[in-house]
């Protein structure tokens, strides 16, 4: 990774964030991208997302029905458990459905979504220009680089190679045109999750250097006051684009919530709840192609480690998206107590302590948090929460599963009991 320190240091917001906007807009998820230190959405590039999306929705229903239409790969599939089976369609019919609202709403809220960065790159020349900040773009631009390429390689690597391996290297003209339309179709949110991560962490970072600014040692200069009229202002500023941020991702955030959490329940069902289960691991690869139980069970073994790296992906935003939020939105409360001790700072200035009484007044009026759909508080507390919730379904669904062994296995001492005695 000592390439990343040869890359062009970035001199501006709108070249920091260019790579995940161009490969956001490349997925068609935004209608817009990064080109000459300003953001190009017009009526072209959104037709270009509106088709794009199309084509990969057509794409995945094509090729699921040549695989519906294929005797072989339809009697491959049809050896699944039949409740594994109606996850793979639930997973199928719910990632199509999250990434349309994705596309749907971020497209509806595409020139809010611009302001968002036009606002945080006048932010960005006022520091510079007021207070001398020094913005390390450069760091930034370098981990985007290294999470987008390392969940690349791993997501691409684990859906084409396990769908590949479910067919046993057949039919790979159906299989790797599925596999890369289910990609995008999941990966879409993915990336806009990662980007709604991306813009609480940009939101902290400056947050953090206002609180450098605030120092008592850094505020005696001339003109006191209408310096920290300013950082007041940038202060409130950047606590309104947390709400602009929710008003664009509160669709998007709430959906793609609900996608990882189906995804992570019943991905974690196959792998946990179905490992000890060697039967039915096995029955994944019998039958077709003369498959012997160890090489089925192998594959199984396989399969299970392909869902393993697909499972990183939602873990890593559920896991650690709140966690960006709310060290966001601590740094922001930290700055309100700065601003607040400057009526101890600079006594009998009756300017500061103006100052002072108005931020106290706006603090006690805005209560800001990152949210997801309009009502839940997105911050850590949701980490419990949804990772109990995730436990909690998963317990349910593995008693139904051994419930339905359990039937399975009665109906056959029956019909063997039945055998025995010649009925």
Request: glycine fraction near 6%; aromatic fraction near 10%.
């Amino acid at each position: 990774m000592a390439i990343l320190y040869f890359i062009r240091e970035p001199q501006s917001l709108h070249e920091c964030v260019s790579l995940i906007s161009w490969v956001q807009f490349v997925m068609g998820c935004s209608g817009f991208f990064q080109r000459a230190g300003r953001f190009v959405s017009n009526k072209w590039t959104r037709l270009y997302s509106l088709s794009f999306v199309s084509l990969v929705i057509y794409g995945l229903s094509a090729t699921i029905y040549d695989l519906l239409q294929n005797e072989v790969l339809l009697e491959r599939v049809l050896q699944v458990d039949k409740l594994v089976l109606c996850i793979m369609a639930m997973e199928l019919l719910l990632s199509t459905l999250v990434f349309l609202i994705t596309v749907i709403s971020l497209h509806s809220w595409s020139q809010r979504y611009v302001a968002i960065y036009q606002q945080l790159a006048d932010i960005d020349r006022r520091l510079i220009g007021e207070f001398g900040a020094r913005m390390n773009y450069g760091k930034v631009v370098r981990k985007h680089i290294v999470v987008l390429f390392t969940v690349a390689v791993l997501y691409l690597g684990a859906v084409n190679m396990g769908l590949a391996r479910l067919a046993d290297g057949h039919h790979l003209e159906i299989v790797v045109p599925a596999a890369l339309c289910y990609i995008v179709i999941t990966g879409g949110p993915h990336l806009t999750g990662f980007v709604h991560m991306s813009l609480a962490e940009l939101l902290g970072i400056r947050f953090r250097l206002l609180q450098q600014i605030l120092q008592p040692q850094r505020l005696q200069k001339p003109q006191l006051e209408n310096g920290l009229r300013s950082l007041i202002d940038t202060v409130k500023q950047l606590h309104y684009l947390v709400m602009e941020i929710n008003e664009v991702y509160n669709v998007t955030l709430w959906s793609a919530m609900v996608h990882d959490f189906a995804l992570s329940t019943t991905e974690l069902y196959i792998i946990f709840g179905r490992s000890s289960d060697t039967s039915s691991s096995s029955a994944i690869g019998d039958g077709s192609y003369g498959e012997s139980p160890e090489g089925g069970e192998a594959m199984g073994v396989m399969l299970m480690a392909f869902l393993s790296i697909c499972m990183l992906v939602p873990f890593y935003k559920m896991l650690i998206g709140p966690v960006y939020c709310s060290n966001s939105i601590e740094e922001g409360r930290k700055c309100l107590h700065l601003l607040e001790q400057l009526d101890n700072w600079f006594p009998g200035s009756p300017g500061i302590k103006e100052l002072v009484e108005s931020v106290m007044r706006w603090r006690l009026q805005f209560k800001i948090n990152f949210t997801s759909g309009r009502s839940t508080v997105y911050n850590k507390t949701v980490i419990t929460v949804y990772t109990s919730i995730v436990f909690n379904y998963l317990l349910v669904l593995i008693s139904f599963a051994m419930t339905q062994q359990l039937g399975e296995q009665v109906e056959q001492q029956k019909v063997a009991l039945q055998d025995w005695i010649g009925i």
